[in-house]
């Protein structure tokens, strides 16, 4: 994933800080930080919770919830 969203944000480096995560059948909840780095300019945006819904082990739908 991290080297997939390095490229779609044209970024160096990429960090999933994972606090928590639950599942509940197919339906994953997070809480993370992400970290995009580019050249000494880091841009941390603070997830407050990551939704995914999975099938057939892989995620179908995901929905991030941005704290402000």
């Known amino acids: ?3 997939r969203v390095k490229g779609m944000m044209g970024r160096d480096r990429v960090e999933f800080k ?3 995560t639950v599942a509940f059948g197919p339906l994953v909840l997070n809480e993370r930080d992400d970290l995009f780095t580019t050249k000494g300019d880091t841009r941390r945006i603070y997830i ?3 939704m995914f819904y999975l099938e057939k082990g892989k995620i179908a ?3 991030d919830y941005v704290a402000r």
């Open 48 to 50: 407050a919770g990551g």
């Open 18 to 20: 994972v606090f928590r």
């Open 1 to 3: 994933v991290a080297e």
């Open 61 to 63: 739908e995901w929905t």
